[in-house]
């Protein structure tokens, strides 16, 4: 007889995240789990606490209830098991290419030949080799957020926060990023947490999707996303695809109208 095989267990476990901003209340009892070497995304009109959920579980934010556990340790601030790739690239103007990247390991007082050489070959990853001595001022803005992303992967984290990171690029080098995303994404499987206001670019790259509601911020549904990987930009175009993106659009499309009403008013 087969014994049975024991599940992992999750690598992010969220139990009652709440936030409080004075009397705002941005944030209501969040419950959800994320596997080791999954990617979500999570979703939801403007006001709606991604981007204050994604800084609690960085440890940029305190929660003013509940707790999130990273591989069974408390999240209570910053750490080393967790990168962050924000919206704005924040790179150091003064610093070219391979010394923004270095950053992290440097701050963590880790530098050696050894990281110099890792942080090297993840230049290379996200498509920069040749670009080392290159300063911001020389750079695209995909090209920007690439050294944002190595910078991050070169800390070696365990959890990769994503907030919006492509939501100032022109929408061709949007979706080109999508694509080299995943391309990173699948040399190392990194476990992702990655927030967007675009649905199409949350189900193309992600194995669940977090669905979130109007403010104050709750978890309405998580949908899995059963389509193959490998992914090409082309999956865009079928109706499977379509279909999950009207879905999740019809959760959320009352909060978004009542958000941009609100937002005008």
């Given at each position: 007889m087969a014994v049975p095989?024991?599940?992992?267990?999750?690598?992010?476990?969220?139990?009652?995240?709440?936030?409080w901003f004075g009397d705002l209340e941005a944030i209501r009892s969040i419950n959800a789990s994320v596997k080791r070497g999954e990617f979500v995304s999570i979703v939801g009109p403007s006001g709606c606490g991604k981007t204050t959920f994604l800084r609690i579980i960085g440890g940029l934010e305190s929660a003013s209830g509940g707790s999130a556990h990273?591989?069974?340790?408390?999240?209570?601030?910053?750490?080393?098991?967790?990168?962050f790739v924000f919206q704005q690239d924040n790179l150091l103007p003064w610093r070219n290419v391979l010394s923004n990247a270095e950053i992290g390991p440097e701050i963590g007082g880790v530098k050696s030949p050894e990281q110099r050489s890792l942080t090297l070959k993840l230049l290379k990853l996200v498509g920069l080799a040749g670009f080392e001595k290159y300063y911001p001022r020389q750079l695209s803005g995909g090209m920007r957020q690439r050294v944002n992303l190595a910078r991050a992967l070169a800390v070696d984290p365990d959890l990769l926060l994503m907030d919006e990171p492509f939501s100032a690029l022109d929408a061709q080098t949007r979706e080109i990023m999508q694509s080299e995303l995943l391309r990173i994404w699948e040399e190392g499987r990194k476990?992702?947490?990655?927030?967007?206001?675009?649905?199409?670019?949350?189900?193309?790259?992600?194995?669940?999707?977090?669905?979130?509601?109007?403010?104050p911020g709750r978890l309405e549904e998580?949908?899995?996303?059963?389509?193959?990987?490998?992914?090409?930009?082309?999956?865009?175009?079928?109706?499977?695809?379509?279909?999950?993106?009207?879905?999740?659009?019809?959760?959320?499309?009352?909060?978004?109208?009542?958000?941009?009403?609100?937002?005008?008013?």
């Open positions: 095989q024991k599940e992992e267990a999750p690598k992010l476990v969220v139990e009652g995240i709440s936030k990273l591989d069974g340790k408390l999240i209570d601030g910053p750490g080393r098991d967790r990168g476990t992702v947490l990655f927030v967007t206001h675009q649905i199409d670019e949350a189900v193309f790259l992600s194995d669940r999707v977090f669905v979130f509601a109007r403010r998580i949908i899995d996303i059963d389509l193959p990987r490998p992914r090409e930009l082309s999956l865009k175009r079928t109706p499977e695809f379509v279909a999950l993106v009207d879905r999740i659009w019809k959760l959320i499309e009352h909060d978004v109208r009542a958000s941009v009403i609100e937002e005008h008013a």
